[in-house]
């Protein structure tokens, strides 16, 4: 929908609040309306009809302020309504987004209604392949009731996809909205100016300029393919129309906050942060970020990163966001490879070799990383992205960042304290399946020497790579003949010899059912007769 308004000069963008019924979305949009217009927030929200206090088409809020390639941006904040009479002005509204935001009522007893909305959010947002995907902030409403969904547990529920973050939120006070939304903006500023760059965001006239416009548009559709505009009630507005006159919506207030989520150009590093160095006598110690002890420390990518310094660009910037408010612990290493650990999951990398002396050459890196990383997509973890910044320290560093997924490793540590050895046994044959999938599949990428418990996570039923791409592993040459084909039944010897003797050792007696399983496994997938056959041998030799 985002578009060049060559008679405004603006940029267009909308921002589409959807969801369950009764999840929150217009306490939102008059959340949204008191941090951005203050005293005029009662006049900016149009809600065109409504009924016992449902939304019926949708609530309008707009914003002008901030530029974007020289142009002033206008956001479009518009809500679908939740009824499930309502699906198909739904699908019109949610077409035309350029970031989504999907307020859930986190009730645990919601859990079926918020994954059934989002399946059909999916639908309806689906963009062709040649487009940059649409990114998905979930406004997780009502966080402050004790039964309320973990953050884990709504992605869990939702697919965990890239291109989503989860923002807890409680509507009613304003709490978290204001940070939901200037995520939403900037994924969707982020999305224009890839469309952008590759020739493909349209210009001309917006064709939509209000929330009136909006209401004619989707009453005339309704009109001429059922013969009538299906309204439930008398149309009216709950609040008066905000004023024509876009300048006089205090725009510096929306420009500070695209500025925030998108154009700012120097990084800024959290003050409190405290982070590991390691001198050049190899000791180490805690530091706050940017001071000086024995080596000084870099920055790592901001959270308001510059236009074209991520790769992939929409999952990039909700990971970078992500990551800006965890704790962080980095360390150079004898190597001088730098590795910063966010939080418990997120884990940096940058080599000596990809820190640069301008900005041009890092860019050029960072295209270069996100082409092999391309290639790999089908091998590789899905929480992952490439970026470049200035890190202070006189030069342009270029980072791969990735998420620690549950490796193969931990679901083996779980599944030899299962209480029922027949379980156990067939997770641990599970495993082992895909430890070789995973050799077999990583051949083609010269990554089969990384193929470990450790660095091994399954997604969508196959093993990914959860570590980092390192250049001296994209180089390595691939053994042919007999020797590659054995390496990989000695590498999973190698990997399983620890879980294997731990089960021989505490269930013995079990030891003749699970040779007998494995012979009758052989039999029935002959293409797993390699794993069936090492792990025979390795129990027998126990």
Not at 55 to 72: I, P, V
Not at 166 to 182: D, H, I, L, Q
């Amino acid at each position: 929908m985002a578009i060049l308004d060559d008679e405004s000069k603006a940029v267009v963008l909308r921002v589409v609040y959807a969801g369950p019924p009764m999840s929150g979305k217009t306490a939102t949009l008059r959340a949204l309306a008191q941090h951005l217009l203050g005293t005029r927030a009662e006049r900016a929200v149009f809600s065109p009809d409504e009924a016992h206090g449902r939304t019926l088409f949708f609530d309008w809020l707009e914003y002008s302020g901030g530029l974007f390639q020289g142009r002033k941006i206008r956001s479009q904040i518009v809500s679908v309504p939740g009824q499930g009479a309502l699906v198909e002005r739904r699908r019109l509204l949610l077409s035309s987004a350029d970031a989504v935001v999907f307020v859930v009522d986190a009730h645990a007893e919601q859990r079926a209604a918020i994954a059934s909305f989002f399946a059909e959010l999916r639908e309806f947002t689906a963009r062709p392949q040649d487009e940059p995907p649409l990114g998905v902030i979930v406004q997780a409403n009502k966080m402050d009731l004790p039964d309320a969904l973990s953050v884990e547990a709504l992605r869990e529920l939702l697919g965990d996809g890239s291109n989503m973050t989860v923002v807890p939120t409680v509507a009613m006070e304003g709490k978290g909205v204001r940070e939901a939304f200037v995520q939403a903006v900037g994924i969707g500023l982020a999305r224009a100016k890839e469309l952008f760059d590759s020739g493909r965001l349209k210009s001309g006239k917006a064709d939509i300029e209000s929330g009136e416009d909006l209401l004619r548009r989707m009453t005339a559709l309704e009109e001429a393919r059922f013969g009538h505009a299906r309204v439930l009630g008398a149309q009216r507005s709950v609040v008066d129309r905000a004023q024509r006159d876009r300048e006089e919506l205090a725009p510096g207030r929306l420009s500070a906050i695209v500025q925030e989520a998108f154009g700012r150009t120097e990084a800024q590093p959290a003050p409190d942060r405290r982070v590991e160095c390691i001198d050049g006598n190899g000791a180490t110690g805690q530091l706050a970020a940017g001071a000086r002890a024995g080596r000084a420390v870099p920055r790592l990518p901001s959270r308001n990163p510059n236009a074209g310094s991520l790769w992939p660009t929409i999952a990039g910037r909700i990971i970078v966001h992500e990551i800006s408010d965890l704790t962080v612990d980095i360390e150079q290493k004898a190597d001088l490879s730098w590795h910063a650990q966010c939080g418990e999951k997120w884990q940096l990398l940058c080599l000596p070799q990809q820190s640069f002396d301008n900005e041009a050459h890092a860019r050029n890196e960072l295209l270069r990383m996100a082409r092999r990383h391309a290639e790999m997509k089908s091998v590789l973890s899905e929480h992952r992205c490439i970026a470049y910044n200035d890190s202070g320290l006189g030069d342009w560093k270029v980072w791969q960042i990735a998420r620690r997924d549950k490796t193969l490793g931990e679901a083996l540590d779980t599944a030899l304290r299962l209480p029922e050895a027949e379980a156990a046994a067939t997770e641990l044959f599970r495993i082992a399946c895909l430890l070789w999938a995973a050799m077999r599949r990583f051949r083609e990428f010269g990554l089969e020497h990384v193929a470990t418990l450790r660095t091994i996570a399954v997604h969508l039923g196959s093993p990914v790579y959860t570590g980092f791409v390192e250049l001296q592993e994209l180089d390595v040459d691939i053994t042919g003949g007999i020797e590659a084909q054995t390496q990989p039944a000695a590498r999973l010897r190698g990997e399983l010899s620890a879980a294997v003797r731990s089960f021989a050792a505490s269930r013995a007696q079990e030891l003749p059912r699970l040779l007998h399983q494995l012979g009758s496994l052989k039999g029935q997938k002959p293409e797993l007769a390699p794993v069936t056959e090492t792990l025979t041998a390795m129990f027998i030799g126990h």
